[in-house]
C-alpha cells in the first residue's frame, strides 16, 4: 500500500516487530516522515479482539488532533484505495530490498528492532553500573505479558546487564498475547504480583503490548502508584541518569490531568516548571519540542522523557535501577525517603469496563497548549475539595468492545506516619463520596469496577 501510494522507502522490524518507543526512536534517528505502528496496545488482541492503527508524525511523537481529525474527515470519503502486488519482502532476515513501483523506485529495509533502541539507552544510562546491580545479589523479575518486549527485555536485561535468563518471563510475542490482557496492572499482571510476593525478587515490573506502559513492583510486591513513581525519578534523575545529570538539563515536569500532583511538588522544590495537560502522550510531544519538557508520566502507567516523543516503558525500568543503583536504596525504603521529604499523595483508580459507549458524563476541564495555542476541551469532570482532595471522572475508549468509566481519587498527606498506610483504606471515604455524588454504579448498571489500580 506504501508503495502504491509513491512512498519511497519503509524501513521495518525483523517478524515485523517493532516496540512503541523504539518506532518513535527510529523515526527521529531516520529524519522519516512518519510510522504506522498495528497494535492492540494495552487492550486484549486476536482475532476476536482489539486491533488498532497507530500514526506518529516526524518528531516520533502521536499525531496531533488536527491531524487526526483531518484523517478521519478524509476517511469517510474514500472510496477505493491502492496496492502494489508481488513485492517479495523476507520479513524473518535484516535485508534491503529496492523495486519499481509505477515508474518511482521503492525500497524496503528490513533491519534488528531492538539493536537502534539499545544504542540509544546506551547514550542515557550507565550500562557498567547497572550491570554491576543485576549480577550481585540483586534479583529482578521482568513480566512482558507475551507483548513486543519480550526482544527487548531478553537483550537488555539478560545478555547486556547479565541478569538471569529466567528473570525475564512471558517473552514470546504473540498476537494474541497468549490470552493475557497486556495491560500492567495489579489485576492484569496478577501473575508477577504473586510471584513478587513471597519476597525473593528485589524488583518486578511488567509491560503491556506495545511496550510503552510499565508496573514497578518492589520486594514483596510494594506497588508503586504511577504519580509516584513519576515523582521519584524527577527527584533523582539529575543524579542518577548520564542523560540528565547536568542540571540545565531538565528543563520541566509535567503530568495528566487525572494523575496525582506529586510531580508538582518536586518540580516546585527544583524550581522547574511544571503542566498539566489532558490524557494523551500528543500533548507533551509540543512542549518537548519546544524544550519546556524533560520527564513526564499518565497515571495509566505511562512514564517518558524527550528522549524520544512517546512513553516508553523500558526506559522507566532502566531510569528506576539507576536510582536504586545509584542510592543503595530498594524500592520501598526510596518510597519512605520520598514521603518523608515531599509527603504523600494517595491515589486510587477505579475503571467500569465495557460500558455502553452512548454513556455521557458531564465534564470541564480544558487544555489550550502553551506552544501552539491549540484547546482542547471536555477532559474530564474534577471535583476539587478545600482540603486538596479531589476526583476526577472520565471516559476512556481506546478498547473496542465499549467504553470504560474511570473514576480517580487522590487526597495528599504530609504526616509520615499516615504516609505508609494502604492508599484503598486512606482514600474510601473520598471514594464513597465520589459514588454518592455520582450514583456512579447505577448509573451504568455496575456494582463494582472491573479494575481497582
Known amino acids: ?64 488532533d488536527g491531524i487526526t481529525e483531518k484523517i478521519f474527515e478524509i476517511s469517510k470519503s474514500i472510496s477505493e484505495y491502492r496496492i502494489a502486488k508481488h513485492l517479495p519482502v523476507d520479513l524473518s532476515t535484516t535485508a534491503g530490498y529496492t523495486f519499481q513501483v509505477d515508474e518511482h523506485e521503492f525500497q524496503v529495509e528490513v533491519i534488528d528492532p531492538v539493536e537502534p533502541y539499545l544504542e540509544l539507552m546506551k547514550t542515557i544510562f550507565d550500562f557498567s553500573s547497572l550491570k554491576t546491580l543485576l549480577t550481585g545479589d540483586f534479583h529482578i523479575l521482568i513480566n512482558c505479558l507475551n507483548g513486543v518486549t519480550g526482544p527487548y527485555a531478553r537483550r537488555i536485561f539478560v545478555e547486556e546487564l547479565g541478569a538471569p535468563t529466567d528473570s525475564v518471563v512471558n517473552a514470546v510475542p504473540l498476537g494474541d498475547f497468549g490470552g493475557k490482557h497486556p495491560d500492567p496492572n495489579l489485576v492484569y499482571a496478577k501473575e508477577l504480583v504473586d510471584a513478587m510476593s513471597n519476597g525473593f525478587y528485589d524488583f518486578g515490573a511488567a509491560f503491556d503490548g506495545d511496550g510503552d506502559r510499565n508496573m514497578i513492583l518492589g520486594k514483596g510486591a510494594c506497588f508503586v502508584s504511577p504519580s509516584d513513581s513519576l515523582a521519584l525519578l524527577a527527584d533523582h534523575i539529575d543524579t542518577c541518569v548520564p542523560f540528565f545529570r547536568n542540571g540545565g538539563r531538565i528543563k520541566g515536569f509535567a503530568r495528566s490531568m487525572p494523575t496525582a500532583g506529586a510531580v508538582d511538588l518536586v518540580a516546585n522544590k527544583k524550581g522547574k516548571p511544571c503542566f498539566e495537560v489532558p490524557t494523551g502522550w500528543k500533548y507533551f510531544g509540543n512542549l ?38 545509584h542510592t543503595g536504596h530498594g524500592v520501598e525504603s526510596l518510597l519512605h525517603s520520598h514521603w518523608a521529604t515531599y509527603g504523600r499523595n494517595f491515589f486510587t483508580r477505579y475503571d467500569y469496563e465495557n460500558c455502553a459507549s452512548e454513556v455521557k458524563l458531564a465534564d470541564n476541564f480544558s487544555y489550550t497548549d502553551p506552544v501552539d495555542g491549540s484547546i482542547a476541551e471536555n477532559q ?62 447505577a448509573f451504568l448498571k455496575q456494582e463494582a469496577p472491573t479494575v481497582i489500580t
Open 288 to 325: 518537548m519540542d519546544a524544550a519546556q519538557l524533560s520527564l513526564c508520566g499518565e497515571e495509566s502507567f505511562g512514564t517518558g522523557s524527550d528522549h524520544i516523543r512517546e512513553k516508553d516503558g523500558i526506559w522507566a525500568v532502566l531510569a528506576w535501577l539507576s536510582v536504586i543503583a
Open 380 to 441: 474530564g469532570l474534577r471535583i476539587i475539595f478545600e482540603c486538596g482532595s479531589r476526583v476526577v471522572f472520565r471516559i476512556s475508549g481506546t478498547g473496542s468492545t465499549g467504553a470504560t468509566v474511570r473514576l480517580y481519587g487522590d487526597a495528599y498527606e504530609c504526616n509520615l506516619e499516615k504516609c505508609r498506610a494502604l492508599a484503598q483504606d486512606v482514600l474510601k471515604p473520598l471514594i464513597q463520596v465520589a459514588l454518592n455524588i455520582s450514583r456512579l454504579p
Open 1 to 64: 500500500m506504501c508503495a502504491a501510494n509513491g512512498v519511497s522507502k519503509v524501513i521495518v522490524g525483523v517478524d515485523g516487530i517493532f516496540s512503541t518507543p523504539a518506532v518513535s526512536a527510529i523515526i527521529r534517528k531516520e529524519k522519516a516522515l512518519g510510522g504506522i505502528i498495528l497494535t492492540a496496545s494495552h487492550n486484549p488482541g486476536g482475532i476476536n479482539n482489539d486491533f488498532g492503527i497507530k500514526f506518529n508524525t516526524a518528531n516520533g511523537g502521536p499525531a496531533a
